[in-house]
């Protein structure tokens, strides 16, 4: 009994942190632009994907490679989709719906594509690590460990980045105040790029990483749309710290609901989590209107 | 568009889709995707009056078709209620569920009514085939394999001679085509605008968002909850396969091509896109990728649909004034 509620804490935590990653990303986008990216759960099976990819060139054998390959692969692709698709809406009045179905396509386009590409067999990656730490009847996967500490330190290089960089600052005025910003000389339009295309990173990077556990599918990304989606509300629209403490709750939740009740009530109880948050305190934990 | 350009336009469809049966009647084939071709006329009218003219980006059109659907299978399978009246209890039931699933939305805006939506559409699936499903009698993960054809005075309808189901769903849908405008051309329609441009000064003239928003959404899940129902007595089995993203990018691909509140867009929509999608078919697996690349496309190129590219043709208004 104990052994297993450990379990479950682990998962959660484990969980928690991928989702932590991509929900971050998504926050940025909606907190930066007001855009709302229907693809970004395409994004996350690109990832992994793109990592299997990867795998099947010879010369390469660990993740270090992968990821050094992967990120300006996705961060390029973020860029383009922005350019091309996002930003030529910007100028009307409805945009906001018109970003919505546009990439609500991108997304059929993509996951279809995956379909015709890859087949619909579930494809898995290797390990990140082999092992793990053992005590009686308790186990700790290094993948596990190295998953949590990967994500986390994707989270912290993020706000390094936002903090201490030229281009982070400009995120941040963008976000705070895009007419001001343009005023003092901020490129807005390169900024709105390139927060889509960190947002795409963080995404594909929480593909590669949570595919070493749960396979990749074509449609996979579904469910993590939805659930980056609940945790960017439930934490608040444009709250990164609040993103960061929803996805540990989700992330718990969701594996003591598996857990107790089983799989099919994950989704159910995150949407009565999400409402009942919703209902009390509409712009979620620590978000502001606006 | 005045109200007399889109009686004309709606009258002008109507009557050319009403001679279709005299070319295509003894082709059950053709007959069956027309009847398609008008359940989902209705459903994207419903959605372009929700999304395009009251301004609610709700996401859940198709999980209310669905739960009409499901609804009046069951209630005419286990209470024996003739299907014409279990059509219209079912849509009373999704009526009341969008009430249930508007009330939180009036407090939020923008993409949390998008993902409070989406979320209901996105659960349905797991509630329709678990235990509360099989429970209430969804079947489960089979679903529903055996559902009463509809039956008006002793007239039974079946899909071996369509033309006559075509002609009620006609009817139907020119009734809900009438609804619409009525709804867009009334005060409704007027306060829904002033909402959608400035919620706050539009309390202050006294329109009350609470009411209209509700009223809408009760509305439209009404008629969509409806067209369900008579989309399942009409195919006689349904599961929960319609919840696929397919269905809904289908009726998405509609209103871009008709015109996202344009109204008789989402009309004129419905036959090019089925008809589109139906000539598509032999493409298999990459259709659904022709059709994700088509909504792109048509997005950029074609932002307000073959109804905004006719203003812009024939409209004698300057550019730039819109409204």
């Known amino acids: ?290 | 568009m005045d109200h007399r350009r889109i009686t004309f336009l709606l009258a002008l469809i109507w009557t050319i889709v009403a001679v279709l049966p005299l070319f295509f009647g003894g082709t059950n084939f053709i007959m069956h995707i027309l009847i398609m071709c008008l359940i989902w006329s209705v459903v994207a009218s419903c959605w372009d009056l929700i999304m395009g003219f009251a301004g609610i980006f709700s996401f859940g059109q198709v999980a209310f078709f669905v739960m009409g659907a499901y609804a009046s299978a069951i209630i005419s399978a286990q209470f024996g209620i003739p299907p014409i009246f279990a059509v219209f209890i079912a849509g009373g039931i999704t009526a009341a569920i969008g009430i249930l699933v508007g009330l939180p939305c009036l407090k939020l805006k923008g993409a949390y009514i998008a993902l409070v939506t989406f979320a209901v559409h996105m659960i349905l699936e797991p509630v329709l085939k678990g235990d509360i499903g099989r429970a209430i009698g969804t079947g489960g993960t089979r679903g529903l394999l055996t559902i009463e054809p509809m039956t008006i005075f002793g007239y039974t309808f079946t899909t071996a001679s369509p033309v006559p189901y075509f002609y009620l769903m006609l009817l139907v849908a020119v009734i809900c085509s009438v609804i619409i405008l009525v709804v867009i051309k009334s005060h409704w329609g007027t306060a829904f605008l002033a909402l959608k441009d400035s919620q706050e000064f539009s309390a202050c003239l006294g329109v009350s968002a609470f009411k209209y928003k509700l009223m809408v959404f009760a509305l439209t899940s009404f008629l969509t909850g409806m067209m369900g129902g008579f989309y399942a007595h009409y195919v006689g089995m349904l599961s929960t396969r319609m919840l696929g993203i397919d269905l809904f990018v289908t009726l998405m691909v509609i209103l871009v091509i008709g015109g996202v509140g344009k109204f008789p867009g989402a009309v004129i929509g419905a036959f090019i896109t089925i008809a589109i999608n139906e000539l598509l078919s032999p493409l298999g697996p990459y259709r659904p990728i022709t059709m994700g690349a088509m909504v792109v496309i048509l997005v950029l190129v074609l932002p307000d649909g073959i109804v905004g590219l006719f203003e812009r043709l024939f409209s004698k208004k300057p550019h730039g004034i819109t409204h």
């Open chain 1, 1 to 290: 009994m104990v052994i297993e509620i450990a379990d479950v804490i682990i998962s959660g935590l484990i969980n928690g942190s991928v989702y932590a990653l991509m929900a971050v990303g998504l926050t940025l986008i909606y907190g930066v632009s007001k855009a709302f990216n229907f693809a970004y759960g395409s994004f996350y099976s690109l990832g992994g994907y793109i990592a299997f990819l990867l795998f099947g060139l010879s010369f390469i054998n660990n993740y270090f490679l992968v990821f050094l390959l992967a990120v300006p692969i996705l961060l390029v692709f973020g860029y383009f989709v922005e350019k091309a698709l996002v930003a030529p809406l910007r100028k009307r009045d409805d945009w906001e719906i018109k970003v919505m179905m546009i990439t609500l396509g991108l997304a059929l386009f993509l996951d279809n594509s995956f379909q015709v590409i890859f087949g619909s067999r579930m494809k898995s990656l290797p390990p990140f690590l082999e092992g793990g730490f053992e005590a009686g009847d308790f186990y700790l996967s290094h993948q596990d460990v190295g998953i949590f500490f990967l994500s986390i330190g994707g989270i912290l290089m993020f706000r390094w980045f936002l903090n201490n960089t030229r281009t982070g600052m400009s995120v941040r005025a963008v976000a705070q105040n895009p007419a001001g910003a343009q005023i003092v000389g901020i490129p807005k339009e390169f900024v709105f790029a390139a927060t889509f295309a960190i947002s795409t990173v963080m995404v594909g990077m929480g593909g590669i990483l949570l595919a070493q556990k749960y396979f990749i599918t074509p449609m996979g990304g579904w469910d993590i749309l939805v659930k980056a989606w609940v945790i960017t509300a439930f934490g608040g629209m444009g709250s990164i710290r609040g993103g960061l403490y929803a996805a540990f709750i989700v992330g718990m939740l969701e594996a003591f609901v598996g857990w107790y009740f089983g799989m099919t009530w994950t989704l159910i109880v995150l949407f009565a989590v999400l409402l009942t948050t919703l209902a009390v305190r509409p712009q979620g934990l620590l978000g502001k209107w606006g």
